[in-house]
């Protein structure tokens, strides 16, 4: 007996699109707040990014 073929996915179908918050302010300004409840929202969360980690879009 000849097994099934498996199902092939394409790439397209396999890329997801991607939500980015940029959150900025002034020091005491409560940003750690804010990451922590995006932390606690299932988001991952980086307290400092340098500029030249970003891709150019």
């Not at 394409?10 to 991607?18: I, M, Y």
């Not at 922590?36 to 299932?42: H, N």
Request: glycine share 6%; with cysteine; charged share 15%.
């Amino acid at each position: 007996m000849d097994k099934p073929a498996a199902p092939q996915a394409s790439a397209q179908a396999l890329v997801q699109p991607v939500k980015v918050a940029l959150m900025t302010g002034l020091s005491g300004s409560g940003k750690s707040v804010a990451i922590r409840a995006l932390e606690d929202s299932d988001f991952f969360a980086l307290t400092t990014c340098r500029p030249p980690l970003f891709p150019m879009w």
